[in-house]
Structure formats: C-alpha cells, structure tokens
C-alpha cells in the first residue's frame, strides 16, 4: 500500500516562526501536492511539484514556498507565520499520468492540523 | 472556483443505498470525474473515477450522464463507517501534473 506520512498531526506556532511541514511518501510517485483544507473553503491547493527540484504554484501560494530536494519528500514552508494559516494542511502525492488526460488518483496522508498563535 | 456543485449535505439510513449527486456542466471532452471521500480526522481517501461509462468497483459505482454534465456516486449498501464528506472533483489535465480543484463536498450522515 501507498503510504504518505506528514511528520506531525498537530502543531503549535508563534505568530512569525518559521515553520516547515513535512511529507514523505514510499511509491516512487512523480508528483507530490501540498493542500490546506478550512471549514467552508474545502482543499485548496497550495503548490505542486512532480519532479525533484520542480514546483509550480497552486491557488494559494501567497505566504508559503516549499523544497523538493529528493523525490520522496515534499516540505512546506512558511518563512513567517500567521494566525490566517491556522488551518489543517494535508499533502498527497500520485504518479505521473501515463498518457495525457489519464487518471492518476492521488494518495493523502493523514494531515497536518497547524495552530498560529 | 470550484468546477463541480454538490448538495451540502445529505443523511441516508443504514443498510440503503446512498446517492450522492454532482454537476459539472462545464466538463470537457478529457476531463474525468472522480470521487473521494474524507472521514474525520483522515486524509482523503480515492473511490471511483470515470470519464463517460459508468464504471463500479468494491466500494461504490458511479453513474454518469450521457451529456457528462452531471453524475451520481451510489453505496449500494451504506453502513455507519460511510459517514464522511464526500468531494466530486473533475480533473484538470495539467501538461506535467495532475490538479484536483476541490470545492466543499456532500458531508453525508448515515443514520441507524
């Protein structure tokens, strides 16, 4: 089985701390996906990579920049945190699709919940 | 924005079948629909995705319209543990990733 482990359930930060969350996953998978989910809001991707040292920005990049140094680790980062990134941050990864257009279903792990006080 | 509009919520009776419905009236010809579900306190987790068969595995079916615009997910059998928000997402197919958009789901409640 897939497994893609977030280095901690909960955490607990200052207002201006750097933080970095970060996620790991065993398949050998392609593409690696940061979200954050908020009540009302759903998932909202934060940045994507799908190669070791590649990133391309999602919905919400504003606040966060992430590293892939390795292909089976994706770490998020807020350089300086804030109380509007109190959320729950969830990370996934897939393979990349064989063909254009094809499916690839993406594997999540259990989610980050990240309080900013 | 969200490509998909599901109900907010939904209850169904243990031991029913619940369907669970979704539009996507913007859909593209290569565009797939998928289905995943998220228990409290969990990731989310894959069900089914199709592109314009109706398509069943173990856990669900999925039943899509002939003009894609919409689509219904069916646990033939709901039990308690189906409890969950349940997210229809279409797929947007990237030229190197793959993005979900997720929008806020179909929190569904199976009663006993």
């Known amino acids: 089985d897939v497994k893609v482990t977030q280095s901690s359930r909960y955490l607990v930060k200052r207002t201006g701390e750097k933080v970095f969350l970060e996620c790991v996953q065993d398949m050998d998978h392609e593409n690696m996906f940061w979200y954050r989910q908020d009540p009302g809001l759903g998932l909202r991707l934060i940045y994507f990579?799908?190669?070791?040292?590649?990133?391309e920005k999602g919905d919400i990049p504003e606040g966060y920049s992430v590293s892939r140094e390795k292909k089976e680790r994706f770490s998020l980062i807020l350089e300086s945190a804030s109380t509007n990134q109190t959320s729950m941050y969830l990370c996934?990864?897939?393979?990349?699709?064989?063909?254009?257009?094809?499916?690839?279903?993406?594997?999540f792990g259990p989610g980050t919940r990240l309080t900013v006080l | 924005d969200a490509k998909t509009t599901q109900p907010t919520s939904m209850d169904c009776a243990e031991g029913r079948a619940a369907n669970l419905p979704c539009n996507h009236s913007?859909?593209?010809?290569?565009?797939?629909v998928y289905w995943y579900r998220q228990i409290h306190s969990q990731g989310p987790q894959y069900i089914i995705h199709g592109l314009k068969n109706n398509e069943t595995n173990e856990m669900a079916s999925l039943i899509i319209t002939e003009d894609r615009k919409s689509s219904t997910l069916i646990l033939p059998h709901a039990t308690l543990r189906d409890t969950a928000v349940y997210y229809c997402?279409?797929?947007?197919?990237?030229?190197?990733?793959?993005?979900?958009?997720f929008g806020t789901g179909t929190s569904l409640t199976v009663i006993p």
């Open positions: 990579s799908y190669d070791v040292k590649m990133k």
């Open positions: 996934a990864s897939s393979l990349l699709p064989p063909v254009a257009g094809s499916y690839n279903e993406q594997f």
């Open positions: 997402i279409v797929r947007v197919a990237g030229n190197t990733g793959n993005q979900f958009y």
């Open positions: 913007t859909i593209s010809g290569n565009e797939y």
